[in-house]
């Protein structure tokens, strides 16, 4: 028993001994799947290692980013007498405020929707800003008479057809362009701008007469503090003395939150785009452990004629498979690494991203657990198949034809590994329905991609015999023993189907934008008409567009700041609810239910309802935030808390981009409270002079008045999607190229039969063209049949993706379904052939002998 145990000690050294050895020879055979597990490795590492970086230095810059250590931001008003103090007690203070308006040339002749900013003397706490010229703020910002001095970025001169030194009106104050605005420091911490931008003084604004009561307009108040470490302690003090603020507090440890959540949830995406890139390299992992164990078949049974058990055989080739993935795992971490170092050159424009080459250990080490878990899982099934073959058989057959599933603990072992890689993937994800959903549509696909090749066989067995010798061949290749029909189908399949779905919903969202949405959408919002201009206001829209719809309501901003008395902070809310509670909300309040909404729950309340406060929910929104019936939902609105309870649920169409509000409140419930207006107007068959001379008018007659040409906000929204289309066709581009590495590899490893199938078809009197159209046929009827199953996949995953989650009407488009069978078949038959070419040249003798 001690030898015996002895010898089960020392057996996987021998294993690792012979393995070595054996490796001596080289690693062919293995290229592909080296390829595969790099370029998974790769992809993962690589996503993972620039949004750590993004995040990095979005935390490493925060005091910058945010232009101070802490921010207390309030909407809609200035801070009171009591919190003013407060602030200024604290350290430093500069004080600026955010809006949109028109910026108009003194003629009238043109106008232009800006992001406006104004600053005081103290702006920025931390960070430069830069110019062109390059000179002090203070100085560019001057009055100089009647005139104030403005920073304006270059898209903005470019859609007035102004350069430096030209005068501009905004609102009623007149605006000097005194330089081109270069880098802002804190424009991350701003968010999202749908117009350019333009930066004043504070008095600037003042003249202007765009503050009024109710204007939407965001006071932020930057504290640049003696000591920074006492920024949680000041948090906690803010919120204990004004617990009725309404403010939103951000410190330099958070500048940029929703900048962070997007990284986090695009870098989610691509890192499971990567993983179908590597597991689809895993299927070509199978494949070459298959071939490779093909090639070594005389080895193995001479291991197994000296006696070596067959665990010993299985721990051999096992060792050599490790260590070949450990060494396309490094190589992948090597290329994952290089990824942020090149992203960020073309990225520092945009995002705060290093330029510097750093290294980010977690995300290396999370690709390099994902790139071993997939090799493993593949891996150990062709050895477990491999070693139920007894020495003589294998001396008798050519290879290995699987039969029959390998003994348990195989089947154990690849089942435990890709259950964790089901697991890691779930538990790194920052949405992990949309992740479980995601492999559990992987692995849907794997079982209907085996379905497709046993259909796609069984009707090659059953089709009626044809006259041509070519076809008749390439139809019995596709069912007969070792086809490589499942290999084709399976490692195209996967790459295509998500080069669809990717497609298909790139297409549809895009038609929405400069279709049908921009169809449905009003021509216009006004932002901003106050009480008093609102009749004016409706007889001048009537007169420049007669034939518009307008739609007008009032307008307020409010933080949802409590659910049933419960703070929203300490509820733990899904990612797809998170955005109603992120900022400031616009509500308004109405008498009769909106048109474009339809009640699922609940009732509406009587014209004339003077009772408790009572509010109507979005539905959708209302799920994700767990809300029911009879709830309440505390509102902080101009730093008043409003309690109203939930009266009903509301089906909201936000495709249509018409008014539409999450909260629909009672009239009584902000009975007195200062307000602006919101207006539509739409005619679908305006021309683009009649929304030009639109745009002129209410300009030039309410420069006070924010006008927003819808068509001019999708543009922007469908460059954006441009921009974010071109990463993720790159991420499926990874998958593809792993879809066409399996391929070859799939082909190369039925090299050998295909040898022996063609020196004996030569020998029976076959030409080379025959067997030239034989094979072309055979890929053809694959290509095709796989294309067919992508579209189908491709197209049921993005209707699901377009309709269910981002709730927009969904189309197959016919030229994506063109260019996939085109692709498929340039793919199959091109990689086919050109494997294949070598075989036709091949000697008859040689092989003749070995069968």
């Known amino acids: 028993m001690n030898e015996a145990a002895a010898v089960r000690r020392l057996r996987p050294l021998l294993a690792l001994r012979l393995a070595l050895r054996e490796m001596r020879g080289g690693l062919r055979g293995f290229y592909i799947f080296l390829a595969c597990i790099a370029l998974g490795t790769a992809a993962i590492a690589g996503v993972n290692s620039l949004s750590q970086s993004i995040s990095a230095t979005i935390a490493s810059r925060g005091q910058e980013l945010l232009a101070g250590d802490i921010r207390f931001e309030l909407d809609n008003r200035l801070a009171t007498a009591e919190e003013r103090a407060f ?14 308006s028109m910026a108009r040339l003194a003629d009238g002749s043109n106008q232009a929707l800006v992001e406006l900013k104004a600053v005081d003397g103290d702006y920025p706490l931390y960070g430069t800003l830069e110019s062109e010229p390059a000179r002090p703020l203070d100085e560019l910002l001057s009055r100089q008479g009647e005139v104030f001095g403005g920073v304006a970025a270059p898209l903005l001169m470019e859609r007035l057809g102004v350069a430096p030194g030209a005068e501009i009106l905004i609102g009623n104050a007149r605006i000097r362009i005194n330089a081109t605005l270069v880098r802002e420091p804190d424009a991350v911490s701003d968010g999202f701008a749908f117009a350019p931008r333009l930066m004043i003084s504070s008095d600037a604004l003042a003249a202007s007469g765009l503050v009024q009561t109710g204007s939407l307009v965001e006071h932020s108040y930057k504290v640049r503090l003696p000591d920074p470490a006492q920024v949680p302690l000041i948090r906690a003090q803010a919120e204990t003395r004004f617990p009725s603020a309404g403010w939103s507090v951000r410190t330099s440890g958070n500048a940029a939150p929703s900048l962070n959540a997007n990284i986090t949830r695009f870098s989610q995406f691509l890192t499971l785009v990567g993983l179908t890139a590597l597991i689809v390299g895993g299927v070509g992992v199978a ?18 004629c000296l006696g070596a058990p067959a665990s010993l055989v299985a721990m051999i080739y096992l060792a050599q498979i490790l260590m070949i993935a450990l060494l396309g795992i490094a190589i992948g971490l090597g290329l994952g690494a290089l990824i942020p170092f090149v992203a960020a050159q073309f990225l520092a424009d945009f995002l705060p991203v ?24 593949f891996a150990v099934l062709p050895l477990g198949r491999a070693r139920r073959v007894p020495a003589t058989a294998l001396f008798r057959q050519q290879g290995f034809e699987p039969s029959g599933f390998p003994v348990w603990p195989y089947l154990a072992g690849a089942s435990l590994c890709l259950a964790a890689l089901a697991g890691l993937a779930v ?12 492999l559990g549509a992987i692995a849907f696909a794997f079982v209907l991609l085996r379905g497709v090749s046993f259909l796609i066989s069984w009707l090659a067995r059953r089709s009626p015999r044809v006259h041509s010798p070519a076809l008749r061949l390439a139809i019995g290749n596709v069912h007969r023993p070792g086809a490589l029909t499942p290999s084709v189908v399976l490692s195209l399949g996967l790459g295509l189907a998500l080069l669809v779905t990717l497609a298909l919903i790139d297409g549809n969202l895009r038609r929405e934008l400069t279709g049908d949405m921009a169809e449905r959408a009003p021509n216009f919002f006004f932002v901003d008409i106050q009480g008093s201009e609102i009749e004016g206001f409706r007889s001048l829209l009537g007169q420049a567009m007669p034939k518009g719809k307008v739609v007008e309501v009032p307008m307020l901003r409010g933080r949802i700041v409590a659910f049933n008395g419960e703070d929203v902070n300490s509820r733990n809310v899904p990612p797809g609810g998170q955005w109603v509670l992120r900022g400031d909300r616009g509500i308004t309040y109405a008498r009769n239910k909106p048109e474009n909404s339809k009640l699922t729950e609940g009732s509406w309340w009587p014209e004339d309802h003077s009772g408790e406060p009572l509010v109507s929910f979005s539905a959708e ?13 505390t509102v902080n609105v101009l730093g008043r808390n409003v309690t109203a309870r939930i009266a009903n649920f509301r089906e909201v169409e936000w495709e249509s981009l018409s008014i539409n509000f999450v909260m629909v409140f009672s009239p009584n419930t902000f009975a007195g409270a200062p307000h602006a207006w919101l207006a539509t107007i739409i005619d679908a068959d305006a021309t683009a002079a009649e929304e030009a001379a639109v745009l002129k008018a209410v300009t030039n007659a309410y420069p006070t008045i924010t006008s927003v040409r819808v068509k001019d906000a999708l543009d922007i929204v469908n460059t954006l999607l441009g921009q974010l289309a071109t990463a993720i066709r790159a991420a499926a581009a990874v998958a593809l190229v792993a879809s066409i590495l399996v391929l070859a590899g799939a082909l190369a490893a039925g090299n050998r039969a295909r040898i022996h199938d063609a020196v004996v078809l030569k020998t029976l009197g076959a030409t080379r063209g025959m067997l030239i159209r034989a094979f072309s046929y055979e890929y053809v009827i694959l290509g095709l049949a796989t294309a067919l199953f992508a579209l189908f996949a491709g197209g049921v995953s993005a209707w699901f993706v377009v309709s269910r989650i981002m709730t927009l009407p969904s189309r197959f488009l016919p030229d994506v379904a063109v260019a996939t069978i085109a692709v498929a078949l340039v793919v199959t038959v091109g990689i086919g052939l050109a494997g294949t070419w070598r075989i036709l040249g091949q000697k008859a003798a040689p092989v003749l002998r070995e069968l």
């Open 87 to 100: 602030l200024d007690g604290l350290g430093q203070l500069s004080v600026s405020s955010g809006l949109r």
């Open 287 to 304: 494949n070459a452990v298959r071939s490779y164990l093909d090639a070594k078949r005389s080895v193995i049974a001479t291991f197994k």
């Open 354 to 377: 290093s330029t510097a080459f750093e290294l980010f250990p977690s995300a290396l080490a999370l690709a390099a657990l994902f790139g071993l878990l997939t090799a493993l899982a």
């Open 427 to 438: 538990w790194t994800a920052y949405d992990r329905f949309i992740s479980m959903v995601f």
């Open 621 to 633: 929104e209302a799920r994700e935030l767990g809300l029911k019936l009879g709830d309440t939902v």
